[in-house]
């Protein structure tokens, strides 16, 4: 295969990368999350919010879900942060 053998010589590179970024994460709480928050699956009834389409739904931190709202949605980096802030109550 093409480069293969150039991505397994990356291994050792792209370990330590995850557990240095495991060290620099903030232990969170576990939580029941969507996982799969597009603007398409956000429902506006004009009074409320619905969540639909639960099919990736399962246990992981809320950072997933706040992460995919901000990418999904387009958000710049001034967004994304009050975003963040709104949701901590604090600027995170």
């Known amino acids: 295969d093409e480069g293969g053998s150039r991505k397994k010589d990356q291994l050792p590179r792209y370990l330590s990368l ?10 969170l709480p576990i939580v029941f999350g969507h996982n799969d928050l597009l603007p398409a699956n956000i429902l506006d009834d004009g009074q409320r919010l619905w969540l ?3 099919e990736y739904a399962g246990f992981n931190t809320a950072m997933f879900d706040l992460a995919g709202v901000a990418s999904n949605a387009g958000m710049s980096d001034d ?12 600027e995170p």
């Open 18 to 27: 995850a557990d240095e970024l495991e060290r620099a994460q903030k232990l």
């Open 79 to 90: 967004e994304s942060f009050a975003f963040m802030t709104a949701y901590f109550m604090k």
């Open 52 to 54: 639909i389409d639960f």
